[in-house]
């Protein structure tokens, strides 16, 4: 068992019992025993957005992505944080941070990779990608919501229609309201 597993368990047992400082304080004794461990900083980082404090959990990101450059999930995590968060400091390190993830073979990677674009307003590759990222998943939500979107964009307003009415009927989907919002004004 690696060091780190009994860190990252106690702390989400203490989560769970809603011990939060007690699992905060568990995250941060494993740092500090194991500097710079990935999953010790991705459960922490994955802490901090359920608690919806954006600004540590990217500063989390920052930290796991740094020790560990090649991981895809820390980078794409931070990726989409920043894009949520983001003004254009942090739209343009997105986009540096998504350049390997556009050609990954998993959804959610490309998805981040075109969503960056996206919100970057550089749609040229974003249709092909989130059209495979929806082949791939249809079932996922946010992958119908950021491709309704970028069909809206295109100006292709059936298509949009059909995707964002598809994430707008999906009650677990935080963005659901975005789409019934975007759906109602196309025409």
Same mark, same amino acid.
Request: charged content about 15%; proline content about 4%; cysteine-free.
């Given at each position: 068992?690696?060091?780190?597993?009994?860190?990252?368990?106690?702390?989400?047992?203490?989560?769970?019992?809603?011990?939060?400082?007690? =699992?905060? $304080?568990? @995250?941060?004794?494993?740092?500090? /025993?194991? &500097?710079? #461990?990935?999953?010790?900083?991705?459960? *922490? %980082?994955?802490?901090?957005?359920?608690?919806?404090?954006?600004?540590? =959990?990217? $500063?989390? @990101?920052?930290?796991?992505?740094? /020790?560990? &450059?090649? #991981?895809?999930?820390?980078?794409?995590? *931070? %990726?989409?944080?920043?894009?949520?968060?983001?003004?254009?400091?942090?739209?343009?390190?997105?986009?540096?941070?998504?350049?390997?993830?556009?050609?990954?073979?998993?959804?959610?990677?490309?998805?981040? %990779?075109?969503?960056?674009?996206?919100?970057?307003?550089?749609?040229?590759?974003?249709?092909?990608?989130?059209?495979?990222?929806?082949?791939?998943?249809?079932?996922v939500p946010i992958f119908q919501y950021h491709l309704g979107v970028a069909y809206h964009q295109k100006g292709n307003v059936a298509d949009?229609?059909?995707?964002?009415?598809?994430?707008?009927?999906?009650?677990?989907?935080?963005?659901?309201?975005?789409?019934?919002?975007?759906?109602?004004?196309?025409?």
């Open positions: 068992m690696p060091w780190n597993t009994p860190y990252v368990y106690l702390a989400r047992f203490d989560q769970l019992r809603g011990n939060s400082a007690g =699992a905060l $304080a568990l @995250y941060q004794q494993g740092l500090k /025993a194991i &500097p710079g #461990d990935l999953q010790l900083l991705l459960a *922490l %980082a994955g802490y901090y957005e359920n608690r919806r404090d954006y600004h540590d =959990a990217i $500063a989390t @990101y920052h930290s796991a992505v740094t /020790a560990n &450059p090649a #991981d895809a999930v820390a980078t794409n995590n *931070l %990726a989409v944080l920043l894009v949520r968060q983001g003004g254009g400091t942090q739209l343009k390190e997105a986009q540096k941070l998504v350049t390997n993830l556009a050609s990954s073979v998993v959804p959610a990677f490309q998805d981040t %990779a075109v969503w960056v674009d996206l919100k970057s307003e550089e749609t040229g590759k974003a249709n092909t990608l989130l059209t495979k990222a929806v082949d791939a998943q249809p079932q949009a229609r059909i995707h964002l009415a598809k994430a707008a009927a999906t009650h677990n989907f935080a963005d659901a309201g975005k789409a019934r919002v975007l759906l109602r004004t196309l025409h």
